[in-house]
């Protein structure tokens, strides 16, 4: 993991923020790709809370609506905002705008997404492609739904993603005639529900499949389009490396030799990069993986019913509806006081530390390396981690501030009510709010 440390700011972070390792999707719209550098690992017996020195008084739900008031009247959130604010420390709610009515969540689906992952699978655990023995001269190459399986038009970085190339000269001294992929590990329609088919040829996201490399990237260039079918280009670039030329689709056969085999990143270095960077096809692969640990169809109906079944027991009958994992479904439904609720449990619970780590820091990383950069809300850079997310009328911010008076606070602000043309307008509302809670004392 990549250790963030904010020298000289009041947000302390024990914990490890996200890399990633290349060029990897956001939210539909959003630009911003921070350049990820390695570090050393945190310890991981040390529980990871944004650090709070709690001297003032505790906040209480006069004092924050006494903070926000002017900028919840901010004509930039559209005709409709729903606003959940908790104590982290007491559970307690202090504000409660619409936050028990389902919004449409956008990418602070993710967040949600992330918790049930790492209710359910181990945090060191990685996914395993293999090649194995076909038929005489066949070599299969297994999909397991490792979504940074890097190829040709990857652009490495941390954490250090499996590649096609250590398979192919893993196979070295086996005689390849040709190359078949089998991809059947992931069932069900490859485009979620709701779904734009632009989103695949303007780059936010690949048709989910459980082979692919580069994330079904066609080249580095930014928003680079995907491929309709990324499991047969994944063929067709280790039949290139090995010098062969026929690719087909087909069935790995029961009990196949395995005769080459890469590890993914482990599942909190996966969380961690798909929050910092808003990564879609991230997203959709844990949410698979999530699914198959729960004895459900690597799906999107079989991930949805997962990550519905781990998050209800957290959720105290609070509504979590997702009908996919990336947040890209406009037929999602989320109550925002049960983020909020997901996210007091994130800044107690050891468990959920990649969660915590790959928040955005405001003004630094991530999503939010652009934004809290100027007046008036340069003063919240660092105090806030959040998770953003945009479709078309709706933006969104959630995540963790810490107030002036060392309090930490749990925040979940969702205008689905933005003109199409209102997004910027609507992001620099929604950061103000935040920014007003960082400087308020709450009390």
């Known amino acids: 993991m990549r250790t963030s440390w904010v020298a000289g700011l009041a947000l302390l972070v024990v914990g490890a923020a996200a890399g990633g390792y290349g060029l990897l999707a956001e939210d539909p719209k959003g630009a911003v790709r921070a350049a990820p550098s390695p570090s050393a690992s945190p310890d991981p017996s040390r529980t990871p809370l944004l650090m709070s020195n709690r001297a003032g008084a505790a906040p209480t739900a006069a004092g924050v609506r006494r903070a926000l008031a002017g900028a919840l009247k ?3 959130l559209g005709t409709r905002l729903a606003a959940s604010v908790v104590d982290t420390a007491t559970g307690a709610p202090l504000l409660q705008l619409g936050a028990t009515g389902p919004v449409t969540p956008a990418s602070t689906a993710k967040i949600a997404t992330a918790v049930a ?43 250090t993603p499996a590649r096609l190339s250590d398979l192919a000269a893993q196979l070295r001294t086996t005689a390849v005639r040709r190359v078949v992929v089998d991809d059947g590990l992931f069932t069900g329609p490859r485009l979620g529900p709701g779904w734009k088919p632009g ?44 010098r062969v030329k026929p690719v087909v689709r087909g069935v790995a056969p029961a009990g196949a030799v395995v005769l080459a085999h890469v590890d993914s990143p482990t599942v909190s270095e996966l969380v961690e990069s798909m929050l910092t960077r808003s990564d879609n096809d991230l997203a959709e692969a844990l949410g698979r993986q999530l699914a198959l640990a729960s004895k459900q169809p690597a799906s999107f109906v079989g991930e949805a019913a997962a990550t519905r079944t781990v998050l209800t027991p957290l959720l105290g009958g609070l509504t979590v509806d997702l009908r996919d994992a990336s947040g890209l479904s406009p037929l999602n439904r989320v109550v925002p006081a049960a983020l909020t609720r997901l996210l007091a449990a994130v800044g107690r619970d050891p468990r959920f530390a990649p969660v915590l780590s790959g928040l955005p820091v405001a003004g630094f990383d991530g999503t939010l390396a652009k934004r809290f950069r100027t007046a008036p809300t ?31 606070l749990a925040f979940d602000l969702t205008a689905d009510g933005v003109p199409v043309t209102g997004t910027a307008t609507a992001q620099a509302a929604l950061d103000r709010l935040a920014a007003a809670l960082a400087a308020c004392g709450c009390a």
Request: glycine share 14%.
């Open 74 to 76: 901010d004509p930039g």
């Open 117 to 159: 992952v790492l209710s359910v699978l181990a945090p060191d655990q990685r996914i395993t492609t293999q090649v194995v023995q076909g038929a005489p001269g066949d070599v299969v190459l297994v999909g397991a739904g490792d979504p940074t399986l890097s190829g040709a038009h990857a652009d490495h970085g941390f954490p």
């Open 378 to 408: 340069s003063s919240a850079a660092g105090e806030v981690r959040a998770k953003t997310g945009t479709l078309d009328g709706v933006s969104a911010l959630a995540g963790l501030v810490r107030t002036r008076s060392g309090h930490l």
């Open 199 to 242: 989103y695949v040829t303007s780059g936010d996201v690949a048709p989910v499949s459980a082979l692919a490399v580069d994330g079904g990237r066609q080249s580095l260039t930014k928003n680079a389009p995907r491929v309709a079918d990324p499991a047969l280009e994944a063929g067709r670039q280790l039949a290139a490396l090995l």
